[in-house]
């Protein structure tokens, strides 16, 4: 499944413990009502772990934050966990600002090491 | 995309002011109008990138730059989504530091929602996880001004990461 929404691209493929959603491109509030309804979906099926790859995300705003948090929040109700695997450092930063860190399991990325609150300078990757 | 089609016209009145008070404001620095860009809910993805280019012109340190895109997004964000559903920015740098402003034509802010002086800064939604709540977080100053005309709202990022609003020892 292919979905294109504004800059916004998702895909969705079945992983071993659940269903993993691919997001590439920017996230803005142009897009976040869609990957609300995409995420959703993906809850629907009763799956207790729901991994999103973001590794192909360049941007992410509070608007988008907040479609991952509630679908974390849904998934922690029925015992389950949203992962946020591999945010590069633009969208990592949003995710430490707004405190989300607290509220999703976020897994690799960039971002080495932090995650206290202060401007880091992290080695990070250079990139266009 | 709910968005309609009104778009800003680039040749509206007042951009000539507000250049010549960006101007004037410069004193005794030199103020660089680096940036003066129209954004509806369609072209936020192309307002960060401009911001994003001219920042590291400016040279503002990449996780600075990022700090201002998230700032400057969240601002534009909060124009369309609830002020007049598009608007302008205008990005310059003086002193050191690199100012925007945001304006959007919507209708102002109740009488009660605005302070003395027409700052609405306070009573702004500023609450944790909020976009304004992230703007607050790194920018190194932040006024949100509301009236007829629409809403304001100007932030200040030091280019070395030292706060702008500290005065230099005499």
């Known amino acids: 499944m292919l ?13 071993e413990s659940g269903p993993v959603v691919m997001l590439s491109g920017e996230a803005d509030l142009a897009s976040a009502a869609e990957l609300s309804e995409l995420l959703t979906a993906q809850l629907a099926g009763g799956a207790e772990r729901l ?50 860190d607290q509220l999703l399991v976020v897994q690799g990325g960039p971002a080495q090491g932090s995650g206290c609150g202060a401007a880091q300078a992290g080695p990070g990757p250079s990139e266009a | 995309m709910k968005g309609n089609d ?6 509206s009145p007042g951009d000539s002011a507000v250049l010549a008070e960006a101007q004037a404001d410069a004193g005794d620095g ?25 920042a590291s012109q400016a040279g503002l340190p990449e996780s600075r730059t990022d700090d201002l895109v998230i700032a400057v997004h969240e601002l534009a964000a909060n124009a369309v989504r609830h002020g007049a559903g598009a608007g302008r920015l205008r990005m310059w740098e003086r002193d050191g530091a690199v100012h925007c402003q945001v304006d959007d034509s919507g209708s102002p802010a109740s009488d009660e929602d605005v302070g003395p002086g027409g700052n609405v800064a306070d009573r702004w939604p500023f609450l944790p996880g909020h976009g304004l709540w992230l703007v607050r977080l790194v920018a190194d100053q932040i006024s949100v001004f509301s009236g007829p005309g629409g809403t304001r709202a100007a932030i200040v990022l030091s280019l070395s990461g030292n706060d702008p609003s500290v005065p230099a020892p005499d």
């Open chain 2, 30 to 54: 030199q103020a660089r109008l680096a940036l003066d860009q129209a954004f509806d809910s369609g072209t936020l993805y192309a307002l960060r990138a401009a911001v994003q280019a001219h």
């Open chain 1, 51 to 100: 991994m999103v790859d973001v590794s192909g995300l360049r941007f992410a705003d509070s608007a988008s934050v907040r479609a991952l948090v509630l679908a974390g929040k849904t998934l922690r109700e029925r015992g389950g966990v949203l992962v946020l695997a591999r945010p590069q450092r633009a969208v990592a930063r949003v995710l430490e600002l707004m405190g989300v």
């Open chain 2, 6 to 11: 009104r778009r800003p016209d680039p040749a």
């Open chain 1, 3 to 15: 979905f294109i929404v504004s800059l916004l691209k998702a895909s969705v493929a079945a992983g």
